[in-house]
């Protein structure tokens, strides 16, 4: 039986062992590759899904979604979104019905997506919600599977340039462990939602000591 929180401490993530996808990594640069990409993506059973932008340091100046991100167990495709747009077979997959597809604080993502092309969004998983069902209250992908895993996911290329000319091997590794862990997530709530192989530990809200001026009193 594995012990998970309602809310993980993010002091202690820092001392947890990296998770990372291992992985073939494929990079998606024109409408050929898209289509093939999505011929085998609408064949997997589960897939993750995630989007990353380039940051905008610009008070209100935002950036289009530069990256989608789609990922099984061992393959994850970087649709490159700067350079493609969002081409006939990237709105196939994004409308699927069909194949479970899972990610975090997809209602952003999706709004965010449709800022580039317009599309009917079509079923999709909230890991937020699944997790809230075996009492987890952490919204960030960090957190929570630090709490279902005990491993850290790093967030250090979060904030770097997603559109440059060349991701680096530390981007495309960021981008594909991202999408990819949502598939784990995913399939370890729903075994501990099928078998109620877990314990919710509640944790205590910290205390807040008011401050007293004692000379007032």
Known sequence: MIVIKNKFDKKQIGNLPRALFDGR?????????????VDFLLRQPILGFDTETRPSFRKGHYNH?????????????????NRIGI???????????????????????????????EFTPGTFVELQKEVH???IEDMSLQKIFANVFG????????????EADNLSEAQMLYAATDAWACVLIHEEIQRLKNTGDYRLEMCEPKLVTPNVNFNEM
Do not use: P
Not at 65 to 81: K, M, P, S
Not at 151 to 162: A, C, D, V
């Open 25 to 37: 990594i494929v990079t998606i640069v024109s409408e050929y590759e898209a289509d093939r990409a």
């Open 65 to 81: 979604v530069a990256l989608l991100q789609v990922a099984t167990h061992d393959i994850c495709f970087l649709f490159r979104l």
């Open 87 to 117: 081409t006939d077979s990237i709105v196939r997959l994004l409308e699927d019905c069909s194949i479970t597809k899972v990610g975090l604080s997809l209602q952003d993502d999706m709004r965010m997506l449709t800022h580039r092309r």
């Open 133 to 135: 069902d075996v009492g």
């Open 151 to 162: 491993q850290k996911i790093s967030k250090g290329q979060q904030l770097s340039n997603w």
